[in-house]
């Protein structure tokens, strides 16, 4: 005999940024601590530098006025700074909370 059943219910679910961000920081606070992703720069042209993290875009540090603006991932503001080594720094701390299921071992 056999039962064929056909009552499936899908519920779609919708998150803001800042509840997914908020998810990624307690999954990566659950985890243990692995190492980073490799992280390269280019400089893509004169002042804007974009990211590759674990081979994902990781975002951009945009040079204006004297100023590094960073952007990530998700071309969500990070801050400003100083230097460029700076915000290079911020990029790659929050890429390692925001893109968890890239992580992997350093090569």
Excluded: C
């Excluded at 925001?98 to 090569?107: G, T």
Aim: proline share 4%; hydrophobic share 40%.
């Amino acid at each position: 005999m056999t039962i064929i059943s056909h009552d499936v219910h899908q519920v779609e679910v919708t998150l803001d940024t800042d509840t997914v961000d908020t998810i990624a920081v307690l999954e990566a606070q659950v985890a243990h601590t692995p190492s980073r992703a490799s992280l390269s720069w280019a400089e893509v042209e004169p002042g804007l530098w974009s990211a590759n993290y674990g081979g994902y875009f990781g975002g951009t540090v945009d040079k204006r006025d004297g100023h590094y603006f960073v952007s990530d991932t998700f071309g969500q503001y990070v801050g400003d700074f100083r230097s460029l080594e700076d915000a290079q720094s911020r990029l790659a701390e929050r890429l390692h909370i925001v893109l968890p299921s890239v992580i992997r071992p350093v090569d």
